[in-house]
Nanobody, 120 residues
Framework: QVQLVESGGGSVQAGGSLRLSCAASGVSPMGWFRQAPGKAREGVAIRISRSKTVLSASVNGRFTVPKDDANNILYLQMNSLKPEDSAMYYC??????????????????WGQGTQVTVSP
Protein backbone atom coordinates (compact mmCIF):
# COMPACT_ATOMS: atom_id res chain seq x y z
CA GLN A 1 0.00 0.00 0.00
CA VAL A 2 1.36 3.37 -1.02
CA GLN A 3 1.35 6.02 1.65
CA LEU A 4 3.01 9.42 1.93
CA VAL A 5 2.68 11.36 5.17
CA GLU A 6 4.01 14.90 5.46
CA SER A 7 4.78 16.69 8.70
CA GLY A 8 6.75 19.64 9.98
CA GLY A 9 4.71 22.52 8.66
CA GLY A 10 3.91 25.55 10.76
CA SER A 11 4.21 29.29 11.10
CA VAL A 12 7.50 31.12 11.00
CA GLN A 13 8.74 34.64 10.51
CA ALA A 14 10.50 35.72 7.34
CA GLY A 15 14.14 34.71 7.40
CA GLY A 16 13.44 31.65 9.51
CA SER A 17 13.75 27.96 8.72
CA LEU A 18 11.55 24.88 8.68
CA ARG A 19 12.15 21.26 7.86
CA LEU A 20 9.35 19.23 6.34
CA SER A 21 9.32 15.45 6.43
CA CYS A 22 7.67 12.94 4.13
CA ALA A 23 7.49 9.45 5.56
CA ALA A 24 6.76 6.96 2.82
CA SER A 25 5.70 3.35 2.56
CA GLY A 26 5.27 1.27 -0.57
CA VAL A 27 6.99 3.88 -2.73
CA SER A 28 10.10 6.04 -2.73
CA PRO A 29 9.29 9.73 -2.22
CA MET A 30 10.83 11.92 -4.89
CA GLY A 31 9.91 15.53 -4.53
CA TRP A 32 8.03 18.44 -3.11
CA PHE A 33 5.34 20.64 -4.61
CA ARG A 34 3.42 23.53 -3.15
CA GLN A 35 0.12 25.23 -3.74
CA ALA A 36 -0.92 28.64 -2.53
CA PRO A 37 -4.61 29.67 -2.44
CA GLY A 38 -5.85 30.50 -5.92
CA LYS A 39 -2.69 29.27 -7.58
CA ALA A 40 -1.71 26.12 -9.42
CA ARG A 41 0.38 23.47 -7.75
CA GLU A 42 4.04 24.04 -8.58
CA GLY A 43 7.17 21.96 -8.35
CA VAL A 44 9.64 23.13 -5.73
CA ALA A 45 12.37 20.54 -5.30
CA ILE A 46 12.75 17.17 -6.95
CA ARG A 47 15.33 14.57 -6.00
CA ILE A 48 15.91 12.74 -9.27
CA SER A 49 18.73 10.61 -7.92
CA ARG A 50 21.19 10.50 -5.03
CA SER A 51 23.43 12.87 -6.93
CA LYS A 52 20.94 15.06 -8.72
CA THR A 53 18.34 17.42 -7.30
CA VAL A 54 16.51 20.07 -9.27
CA LEU A 55 15.11 23.15 -7.61
CA SER A 56 12.77 25.82 -8.86
CA ALA A 57 14.37 29.20 -9.42
CA SER A 58 12.35 30.69 -6.58
CA VAL A 59 13.92 28.42 -3.95
CA ASN A 60 17.34 27.70 -5.43
CA GLY A 61 20.02 28.42 -2.85
CA ARG A 62 17.53 28.35 0.04
CA PHE A 63 15.95 24.86 -0.02
CA THR A 64 17.57 21.42 -0.02
CA VAL A 65 16.12 17.91 -0.25
CA PRO A 66 17.98 15.46 1.97
CA LYS A 67 16.77 11.90 2.19
CA ASP A 68 17.02 9.17 4.79
CA ASP A 69 17.17 6.12 2.56
CA ALA A 70 17.20 3.66 5.44
CA ASN A 71 13.85 4.90 6.73
CA ASN A 72 12.45 6.06 3.38
CA ILE A 73 11.93 9.65 4.55
CA LEU A 74 12.32 12.65 2.27
CA TYR A 75 12.94 16.03 3.82
CA LEU A 76 12.59 19.58 2.60
CA GLN A 77 14.96 21.87 4.44
CA MET A 78 13.76 25.42 3.96
CA ASN A 79 16.00 28.31 4.95
CA SER A 80 15.68 32.07 4.55
CA LEU A 81 11.93 31.72 4.22
CA LYS A 82 9.92 34.47 2.57
CA PRO A 83 6.22 35.32 2.82
CA GLU A 84 5.81 34.13 -0.78
CA ASP A 85 6.86 30.64 0.34
CA SER A 86 3.57 30.36 2.23
CA ALA A 87 1.57 27.46 0.80
CA MET A 88 0.42 23.91 1.35
CA TYR A 89 3.38 21.66 0.68
CA TYR A 90 2.92 18.21 -0.80
CA CYS A 91 5.21 15.24 -1.10
CA UNK A 92 5.11 13.37 -4.42
CA UNK A 93 6.24 9.97 -5.65
CA UNK A 94 5.95 7.56 -8.57
CA UNK A 95 6.98 9.81 -11.41
CA UNK A 96 5.56 8.59 -14.72
CA UNK A 97 8.41 10.17 -16.70
CA UNK A 98 5.80 11.38 -19.18
CA UNK A 99 6.84 14.99 -18.79
CA UNK A 100 8.72 17.51 -16.70
CA UNK A 101 9.48 16.63 -13.09
CA UNK A 102 7.98 20.00 -12.20
CA UNK A 103 4.65 19.06 -13.78
CA UNK A 104 2.40 17.69 -11.00
CA UNK A 105 0.37 15.64 -13.50
CA UNK A 106 3.40 13.40 -14.05
CA UNK A 107 3.32 12.12 -10.44
CA UNK A 108 0.91 9.39 -9.39
CA UNK A 109 1.21 9.40 -5.60
CA TRP A 110 0.67 12.30 -3.21
CA GLY A 111 0.59 13.02 0.47
CA GLN A 112 -2.14 15.00 2.19
CA GLY A 113 -0.04 18.14 2.54
CA THR A 114 1.33 20.27 5.35
CA GLN A 115 0.78 24.00 5.69
CA VAL A 116 3.63 26.49 5.80
CA THR A 117 2.92 30.10 6.71
CA VAL A 118 5.64 32.75 6.63
CA SER A 119 4.85 36.11 8.17
CA PRO A 120 6.68 39.34 7.19
Amino acid sequence: QVQLVESGGGSVQAGGSLRLSCAASGVSPMGWFRQAPGKAREGVAIRISRSKTVLSASVNGRFTVPKDDANNILYLQMNSLKPEDSAMYYCAADWSQSGSVFDPSTFRSWGQGTQVTVSP
